[in-house]
């Protein structure tokens, strides 16, 4: 059977992609025109998924950095490695000047359309605040 060629596989990429931002756009325009309570019931609902899914994925990333830090120091120390920090710390600084070059860039424009969806969906918003908290205390 003969392998997909690469033009067709972005091809069906960029239309799969393409479908996913039209679908989330259709859903959230579409919050706005159902109720208030059940705006606040599905912000609720995706906000405690969404906080504790952050808390979940937080953890294990945060045991995993911790756990390779502790690692490389402890094998550092016994002279199985040598870690060149000043060479890691110039490479931090610039990859966080990119970092903050690049988000205050583009941070007025997704800010203005965040800004925008919560006062026009209000309940929706302030059910998604408060079930992200309960997400997060629940983990």
């Known amino acids: ?30 919050i706005g025109k159902t109720s208030a309570t059940k705006q606040l019931i599905l912000g609720t609902a995706s906000g405690w998924i969404t906080g504790f899914m952050t808390m979940k994925i937080g953890k294990v990333a945060a045991v995993g950095i911790g756990g390779g830090v502790i690692l490389l120091h402890i094998a550092s120390q016994k002279g199985y490695i040598d870690i060149n920090w000043e060479k890691i710390n110039k490479k931090v600084d610039k990859i966080s ?37 309960f997400g997060i205390a629940s983990s």
Do not use: C, H
Not at 2 to 21: C, G, Q, R, Y
Not at 104 to 126: C, H, I, M
């Open 97 to 133: 000047d990119k970092i903050e070059k690049e988000s205050t860039g583009r941070s007025p424009d997704w800010f203005e359309k965040v800004l925008l969806f919560v006062q026009q969906n209000s309940y929706y918003s302030a059910g998604f605040t408060g079930g992200f908290f």
């Open 1 to 30: 059977m003969a392998k997909p060629k690469t033009e067709d596989a972005s091809e069906d990429a960029k239309k799969i992609v393409d479908d996913a931002k039209n679908f989330i756009e259709k859903a959230i325009s579409d």
